[in-house]
């Protein structure tokens, strides 16, 4: 087993990684920008090391400052977290290379499924039904001809994206140039990787992603599928919940087997998740996050395992300890995440201090969070404060408890999106499910116009 992880990461995620760590025994050791050095996870960390000044490119970015604390500190291991490092392939390399081992897939996967050009390709040569799209779109011009030919509209994603970074939806060939040079600078700034490529963008789709981990003796497990249509504008999630409502079983059964497929045709290791876009009953592979998600939670309470332990065992060459027979959904969970923005405004994320950070609990909610009464919020990162989790035996009870919870929670000093996430309980077309990925904005919209 390792002995010291150093978690490549901030906020909840990190709070969340130095738990599973110090619950196997394990050292957590926290990095730090000077914005952060009051948060959370560096209170909890057995050890912390500022890597840089606030904005993300000189701090959690800084890969030779965050490799130099791992080695310093007598860290083993590297956990990246999601976002910022965690689908890098050179700095799993560079973590190798260093004698670190990086929890995750090897650097190779990382690569080709991480990159989300590569990995439709090898969907598409699977026989995974991907929508029509490119490869790495060289320039504009490339752009144009690629959208003329497959048609309007369509959707430019960085390769090398998540958390809705780097994507803009094109109407038309008058927004292409601009939509272009926007997507390439977000993920230059956010990934380092300004590539992009091109998909058509389907009519009112679900949004569905499949969990699988996998370890490296050759076992890869499915852990169910969520469902993550209530997206904003920016096509950052803001609710999910598993199992995903309103899937046939013939359905949900073909999404299991292609992830499945996925994970094994790649040899897939750590935990990995597989996104779909469902347009009726058809299924079209999107991307696949070679990484733990934000999400995770609402799989976790359903299935009741620990899939960042999970990932921290396998890293240690440890077998899985499930089998895909050990894996039964039991109940329904919703994951409501309170982020520091104005739903008003097109969801601007807020800064501040917490004057006042009261989180729910009971039975059946979990929440993972960093917040705290005095906590500053910087203006540099991530906006999420807090994900709010309710398990019930059926839907209709997580829905109620999660309302219960929410009401429950009271945050001051910045503005969030709990008052948002409460109506959404209470609306009777979230309640029926089965809602598309457009929902959101225009419920979003409704409830500002009304100040409901």
Known sequence: MLRKILIANRGEIAVRVIRAAHELGIEAVAIFSEADREALHVRNADEAYCVGPGPVARSYLNIPNIVSAALISGADAIHPGYGFLAENAR??????????????PTPDVIQKMGDKATARAIMHDAK??????????????EATAAARKIGYP?????????????????????????????????AEANFKDGRLYLEKLLDRPRHIEVQIVGDTFGNVVHVGERDCSMQKPSHQKLIEEAPAPALSKGVRSRLHDVAIAAGRAVKYTSAGTLEFLLSGDDVFFMEMNTRIQVEHPVTEVVYGVDLVREQIRVASGEKLSFGQRDLVARGHAIECRINA????????PAAGTLSEATLPGGYGIRVDSHAYAGLQIPPYYDSLLAKV??????RHEAIVRMECALRETHIAGVNTTVDLCLAVMRDEGFRAGGVPIDYLPNFAAAVAATGS
């Not at 995974?128 to 011009?141: C, E, H, R």
């Not at 994206?161 to 926007?182: D, I, N, Q, S």
């Open 128 to 141: 995974v039904p991907t929508t029509p799209g490119t490869g790495i779109l060289n320039s504009v011009a």
């Open 154 to 186: 369509v959707m430019l994603k960085a390769t090398a994206g998540g958390g809705g970074k780097g994507m803009r939806a094109v109407r038309g060939p008058a927004e292409l140039e601009h939509a272009f040079a926007t997507a390439q600078a977000e």
């Open 91 to 104: 700095f799993a390399d560079i973590c190798a290379d260093h004698g670190l081992t990086f929890i995750g």
């Open 341 to 348: 923005e104005e739903p008003a405004q097109n969801f601007a």
């Open 389 to 394: 989790v309710a398990h019930g035996s059926t």
